[in-house]
């Protein structure tokens, strides 16, 4: 008799909290384990509330992108590449190979295939002060920059060449210089 008092009590109890009002919330014990706080780092309010900083870290590179040139085109970047800037590739045979197949595309219509200023163009003055390259002092930032920017007459080949391209330019136009100077 005491177990069936028992058996009536819990069901009328468990149908009581049953018939709650299910528009209602419901007590929630520890509701965090229910509406858990998402963190939306695009959100305007950051994590914690704290504003996230969305930009890349300095020197971060694109998958498959280059560095960019963030050197300006003033005398004085021109003295800031010429002291800074390394060519990150090596004068490897198959550099220069490529480096060649470039520059007799790109640059030997006036500098000539032995880069003494004696191209196509020169002879037909079609551009003058095309100079020979042992007569300058120049090294791989110098180049890169002038590729990058031209230089009075000589204008910009930024657009032409990829960066490895250009690279491989500098190689080339640097053995030139060196073939040029020991001759
Ligand atoms: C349309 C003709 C022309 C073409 C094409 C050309 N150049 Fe020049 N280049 C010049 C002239 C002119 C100058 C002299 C600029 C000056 O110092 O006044 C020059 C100067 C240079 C210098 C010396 C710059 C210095 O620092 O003194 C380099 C290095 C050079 N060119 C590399 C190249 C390379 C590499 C290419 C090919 C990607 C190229 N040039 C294509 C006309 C040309």
Redesign the pocket.
């Known amino acids: 008799m005491k177990n069936l008092k028992l058996i009536i009590a819990l069901v009328t109890l468990t149908s009581l909290i049953s018939c709650n009002d299910k528009r209602k919330p419901q007590v929630q014990y520890m509701p965090d384990m229910y509406e858990s706080v998402p963190y939306d780092a695009n959100g305007a309010n950051g994590i914690n509330g704290k504003p996230v900083n969305r930009e890349p870290v300095v020197g971060t590179l694109v998958r498959g992108g280059y560095p960019s040139y963030d050197i300006a085109d003033t005398p004085e970047g021109y003295e800031k590449a010429k002291a800074e800037v390394l060519n990150p590739l090596e004068a490897s045979e198959v550099t220069l190979e490529k480096g060649k197949v470039m520059?007799e595309i790109?640059?030997s219509?006036?500098?000539g295939e032995k880069g003494d200023g004696n191209g196509v163009?020169s002879q037909r003055e079609k551009?003058s002060?095309?100079?020979n390259?042992k007569d300058?002092d120049?090294n791989a930032g110098?180049?890169y920059h002038?590729?990058m920017y031209g230089?009075?007459?000589?204008?910009s080949?930024a657009s032409q060449?990829t960066y490895n391209e250009r690279w491989q330019?500098v190689h080339y136009?640097e053995k030139l210089r060196t073939d040029l100077l020991v001759q």
């Open positions: 520059y790109y640059c219509s006036c500098h163009l551009f002060g095309i100079p390259y300058r120049i110098s180049i002038v590729i230089k009075n007459l000589m204008g080949h060449l330019i136009v």
